[in-house]
């Protein structure tokens, strides 16, 4: 059970649909800036979530979309990524990070998600409700439940997934408690994040160089 006895008594039965106001596609672009594909992004993709989840983006690529691509499809704060099709046998698609506005403004550059993925914005007053409910339920397999595969590759049965799947809602007086206790703890997460995501770039950076001390010393 995702609530105690005493808090699921207080919540209503629903769907994940209830709390979502509007989703977005994701974009894949081009390699290289090539004829209108002009707007560089970073783009996260499926396999970048777990490491997302703990602050670093460092291994998202990067892509040239159409500029009006962008401006309709750039992630904004707080906006939830979720993988639509990957996974493999053993894991489940369905996998969601969470974009608050530390790793926009660590980042800087213009966030997308592949076209593999989707963007959700939620609710702000459920934003951690609905993103820890979502982790519960995906950990303990439920998503297996909204697979298909056409082609070899599993896709996420996203819309029956929202809108079937019943959850406990909880009041927005216990949702605002909630994000209140989480928000401070997903800071620190991606505050240190960003310090082992800045000590492996320098590390990248002098490696080749004291490997070369090395060698020229003996």
Known sequence: MFFSTSIAEKCDTGTFSQLIKETVGGDWGQEQPKGNYTSKVTCIRGTDIPALNLGSISAAPTRYILPKNLSSKRISADNIVVEISGGSPVQATGRVALIPDAVLAHHKE???????????????????????YWTYLYRNGVMFNYENSSTGLKNFNFAAFVSEEKIQIPPIDIAKRFNA????????IFSVGFEIEKLGAARELLLPHLMLHDFSSR
């Not at 997308?112 to 459920?126: A, G, H, L």
């Not at 206790?181 to 620190?188: F, N, Q, R």
Request: net charge negative; charged share 25%; with cysteine.
């Open 110 to 132: 213009e966030l997308i998600c592949s076209n593999f993925c989707r963007v959700m914005n939620v609710r702000s007053e459920y934003l951690y409700f609905f993103f820890q």
């Open 181 to 188: 206790m989480l928000e401070p703890i997903y800071k620190e």
